[in-house]
């Protein structure tokens, strides 16, 4: 067959006029076959891996990886030299890019046809020698604080708030603890490794002041390491304090987030008296509210809100309801986080699962599905000042022979009591309560009003006005 050759071709003639010697100079890269990977090639912060060619070409792929010390944010330069079989062949160079952590240069030696007077066989060892990061000076270093044990400190500090060093101009760094990490005390900063200072390392800092290591540069080796003496420092006691998560942990997010599709009201918890919790105390979680932003798209339902560890609440709007009553012991500060919490539509006025009554202390007493919000001492009406809209009428089908005047709440059971005596075949009506569930069939109603009948042996049944 015959091909195209785009290129120059040069030779030197002998006496009797052949070629002593050709060099083809070729437009094109030349490959003949298929190129085969020949062994691996690795050393710090790079891969390097060759191909050869049945003429004499090949390749090298050399991955460079920026080392976990030095911070992106600078284009990182590295170059290296080539050798087959152990000696000296070629070199060349690259750029991590600035944002990236690693880059990949490819090698040839088809540059000045360079495969044609030193081809390299099949079987041949291809390596990577004297890899080196060419401007070092001009990066920024990871920069780590911690005790004399070597544990690290970040998760406890307020400074610095840079955790970078530069490896060309020089700066004061600060190191201070976060307000809560230690209660008294002091401590000294011991050490500094792979970067220069000015000065004296500060000894004897307050355990809520800042101590400065002045002038800090990198000298280009690895991580700045700073060591400091946490032994004179004492644990914080208290008081702690409760309170929700801010970032992509936050709680206060829209129901639509818990799985309530369409709904974008948003959780709401007030912990105002969550704090000033002295050390060891029980805490009860009654004081930690929660409620909606607004109002609901969909106003059949309420929704029950429970907090792993803490407790729950029934929300319908915006107007706070205690979490359930739980006494929980203190020793650290707390943080409710979104994953901690969950959400469950519910019947927005609550079903009643059980009924009873007492003729001598003249209560009826009503145990529902879920707590109740606090409520205040009903009115005349029996009105329960609740987020459940749960309401009591002592407007009688037939004659209960007394009133209604005290109604109260604790958690999820309800106490009516009326002024006289209680007997046998009263009736009382239950205004606006929605469900009356949990007994039989028969006798669960769901109209406006619903009438319970008082039995025999303290029992009560109820049916529709």
Not at 22 to 43: H, M, Q, R
Not at 85 to 97: E, R
Not at 362 to 390: C, I, P, Y
Not at 432 to 457: D, F, I, R, Y
């Amino acid at each position: 067959d015959v091909k195209e050759y785009k290129g120059d071709i040069f030779a030197v003639l002998n006496s009797n006029t052949s070629a002593a010697w050709v060099v083809f100079k070729s437009n094109t890269e030349l490959k003949t076959g298929a190129g085969k990977p020949g062994t691996g090639d690795s050393g710090e912060h790079f891969t390097a891996q060759p191909y050869i060619y049945e003429n004499g070409f090949a390749t090298l792929s050399v991955t460079a990886e920026r080392p976990a010390y030095i911070a992106t944010g600078t284009a990182l330069n590295f170059s290296y030299d080539v050798y087959v079989n152990g000696a000296p062949y070629g070199s060349d160079n690259g750029t991590i890019a600035a944002a990236d952590k690693s880059a990949t240069e490819n090698w040839d030696n088809g540059s000045s046809n360079m495969f044609l007077y030193r081809p390299i066989k099949a079987g041949d060892k291809i390596t990577v020698e004297n890899f080196r990061f060419t401007n070092l000076p001009a990066q920024n270093y990871v920069l780590k604080v911690v005790d004399q044990n070597g544990n690290d400190l970040s998760a406890k500090l307020a400074k610095p708030t840079n955790w970078t060093v530069s490896g060309t101009t020089a700066g004061d760094k600060w190191v201070q603890f976060a307000t809560g990490a230690y209660g008294d005390g002091t401590f000294a900063v011991t050490k500094v490794e792979n970067a220069t200072y000015t000065g004296t390392l500060p000894t004897g800092v307050a355990y809520n002041a800042q101590a400065t290591v002045s002038d800090l540069k990198a000298d280009t080796k690895g991580y700045v390491v700073v060591t400091v003496d946490t032994s004179d420092l004492d644990a914080y006691a208290g008081p702690w304090a409760i309170t929700t998560a801010t970032g992509d942990a936050n709680p206060e997010v829209a129901l639509s987030q818990y799985g309530i599709s369409g709904e974008t009201v948003a959780l709401d918890f007030n912990v105002s008296a969550a704090s000033g919790i002295a050390n060891g105390s029980n805490f009860d979680v009654k004081n930690i509210k929660v409620k909606l932003s607004g109002t609901p798209v969909t106003s059949n339902y309420a929704y029950k809100v429970t907090v792993d560890g803490f407790g729950s609440a029934v929300v319908t709007g915006n107007s706070d309801v205690a979490l359930s009553t739980k006494l929980i012991n203190v020793t650290s500060n707390l943080v409710i986080t979104k994953d901690m919490v969950s959400v469950t539509p519910v019947e927005k006025k609550q079903a009643v699962q059980s009924m009873s009554w007492d003729a001598a202390k003249a209560t009826v007493t009503l145990t529902f599905a879920e707590n109740l919000a606090a409520a205040s001492v009903a009115n005349v009406d029996g009105w329960v000042n609740s987020t459940t809209d749960v309401t009591f009428d002592d407007n009688s089908v037939g004659n209960t022979g007394s009133g209604l005047y005290d109604v109260s709440v604790n958690g999820n059971v309800v106490t009516l009591t009326f002024t006289g005596t209680l007997k046998e075949n009263n009736k009382i009506t239950l205004s606006n309560l929605a469900e009356v569930t949990g007994l039989t069939a028969t006798n669960a109603c769901s109209a406006t009003n619903n009438v319970l009948t008082l039995g025999a042996n303290g029992s009560v049944t109820a049916s529709n006005s």
